[in-house]
């Protein structure tokens, strides 16, 4: 059977950049498991162009262990490779290629894995997810959430492989982004009290984010377990005005909010909104009455914090042979998982520091490190001789 190395040189391969399809991936897995014996099941976007893979092994009946990974990859587009990145190049006892760290390296290991969940019968359930747009908001694996909400057979645990070096992960922050949209009036800047100046009344709002950020930095709303240890807010990118010699009409900025997984981010968005509707939008109409203030979301997914002395916490302590629970900077699919009633933790193989950079890389040791623990997995979830 092909080794977790030789299953991430062909997964390299593909270009799933959140922007193309991932079919041509999840025909490659599908025909992998197919060829093990194992049916997987499609859930594709509206326009058929991407699916997320659901598979499972072993008895009929909830519980069990989903492992679960995202297919897409962020672009290379304008970073300074030295290595081909839809190659898998091999130096220095590291793997290099778009993925490898985040996160196909894991999508690899599970693979090469499932032939050792079927050497005895499971005791439990194996579920197996691979989603689609993940970079781009957590946005494709929704359906598979949902599907599994209203299953029956639910796991009782997934395991995300996101890039943590093997380090045991029970927590990261949520995320929400949004996008402010603000109307004025253009006139000519020599007579600018007659307008309504967009981009100073989205700086308005922008001053507004960032008391609002100040106020959650303060000691009594950290939680020592993340970093940095509270909820963030940023402004990320603004658009506005002509010329110069133009009141501008519009301006359009997008800002996100980090959160804490006992932090609402909708609370800032509502705050925010309660602003510009209070104070600002009177003082606008009170010179042209067309101006306006909208916000539109743009994504989010919930936070997630599993209890360490949980039963997914305890297995993960398991198999990973190591209790050093920690939390990460970055979000997963977990907190979806998790509000779905799928008590999630994750762990995987390489780390974030190359993920999402040129001339990405996971190093063998750690995929073998990898492999290690879902052998550990396979033998916990087998029926004993």
Request: glycine share 10%.
């Amino acid at each position: 059977m092909p080794t977790s190395r030789d299953l991430l040189a062909d997964l390299i391969a593909f270009d799933t950049t959140s922007r193309e399809s991932n079919l041509a991936l999840i025909d490659y897995v599908r025909a992998y498991l197919a060829g093990l014996g194992i049916d997987s099941e499609l859930l594709f976007n509206a326009e058929r162009s991407k699916a997320n893979l659901y598979a499972r092994i072993g008895p009929a009946g909830a519980g069990g262990v989903m492992l679960s990974g995202h297919s897409d990859v962020v672009p290379v587009d304008g970073q300074a490779w030295t290595l081909p990145a839809f190659a898998l190049s091999e130096r220095d006892g590291r793997l290099y290629g778009r993925g490898t760290a985040d996160m196909k390296g894991f999508i690899a290991c599970v693979l090469a894995a499932v032939p050792a969940f079927m050497e005895r019968p499971l005791r439990l359930p194996l579920h197996i997810a691979i989603s689609y747009d993940e970079e781009v908001g957590c946005l494709g694996v929704r359906s598979l959430v949902e599907r599994l909400r209203a299953s029956p057979e639910r796991p009782a645990i997934c395991l995300i492989g996101e890039p943590s070096e093997m380090r045991p992960v029970l927590g990261h922050k949520g995320k929400l982004a949004m996008r402010c949209e603000v109307h004025g009036a253009a006139c000519h800047s020599a007579y600018a009290p007659q307008g309504v100046n967009a981009i100073e009344y989205a700086a308005k709002l922008i001053g507004r984010l960032g008391e609002i950020g100040e106020r959650l930095a303060a000691p009594e709303h950290h939680d020592g377990r993340f970093d940095p240890p509270y909820s963030t807010v940023q402004t990320g990118l603004i658009q506005g005005g002509r010329a110069l010699n133009i009141v501008p009409a519009e301006c359009r900025f997008d800002f996100e909010m980090r959160a804490l997984p006992a932090d609402d981010p909708q609370q800032v968005a509502a705050e925010l909104r309660d602003y510009a509707e209070r104070e600002l939008l009177p003082r606008m109409r009170a010179v042209s009455a067309a101006s306006d203030i909208r916000f539109s979301e743009l994504s989010s997914y919930p936070g997630l914090l599993t209890d360490a002395a949980s039963e997914a916490a305890r297995l993960l302590a398991l198999i990973a042979e190591r209790e050093d629970f920690t939390t990460v900077a970055f979000g997963t699919e977990g907190g979806l998982f998790d509000e779905a009633g799928v008590a999630t933790v994750v762990c995987g193989p390489g780390s974030m520091e190359q993920g999402h950079k040129p001339d990405e890389f996971v190093s063998l040791d750690q995929l073998a490190r990898c492999d290690a623990m879902l052998a550990r997995l396979a033998g916990w979830m087998r029926v004993e001789p």
